[in-house]
Nanobody, 120 residues
C-alpha cells in the first residue's frame, strides 16, 4: 500500500527550528486533507496540526504560535514548520493523508514517522 513519506526530522537545540515534509503519491493526494500527530517516548500519539480539503488549518494549543502546517498542492507535499522547539517537543512525528475512494468512507493513511529530538 502506498504511504506518505515523511522527512526533515533530526536533532536540534532548544529554540531551534525544523521543517517536516510529508509527500503523497499515487492516489494519496494532500488536497483531500492531511495532518500531523506526534508520539513522545513512552507516550501516546497526540494531535499536532491538520489542514482540511478546504484549506482550514487547526493546531494543538501546545504548538500554536510555534508550529505552522501548510501544503503545496502542485507538488503534493505537506509541511510542518516548527519554530522555537523545546525539549517537550521531542517525539516521533507522523503525518497522515486522507484517501478518498468512490463509494467508500475516507480513510487516513499514515507514514512511518520521523524522529525529532530537541536538546536543552
Amino acid at each position: 500500500q502506498v504511504q506518505p513519506v515523511e522527512s526533515g526530522g533530526g536533532l536540534v537545540q532548544a529554540g531551534g527550528s525544523l521543517r517536516l515534509s510529508c509527500a503523497g503519491s499515487g492516489n494519496l493526494n494532500i488536497v483531500y486533507g492531511m495532518g500531523w500527530y506526534r508520539q513522545p517516548p513512552g507516550g501516546q500519539r497526540n494531535f499536532v496540526a491538520a489542514v482540511t480539503s478546504g484549506g482550514v488549518t487547526n493546531h494543538a494549543d501546545s504548538v500554536k504560535g510555534r508550529f505552522t502546517i501548510s501544503r503545496d498542492n502542485a507538488n503534493n507535499i505537506g509541511y510542518l514548520q516548527m519554530n522555537n522547539l523545546q525539549p517537550e517537543d521531542t517525539a516521533v512525528y507522523y503525518c497522515y493523508i486522507k484517501r478518498i475512494r468512490l463509494g467508500r468512507p475516507a480513510t487516513d493513511v499514515w507514514g512511518q514517522g520521523t524522529q525529532v529530538t530537541v536538546s536543552s
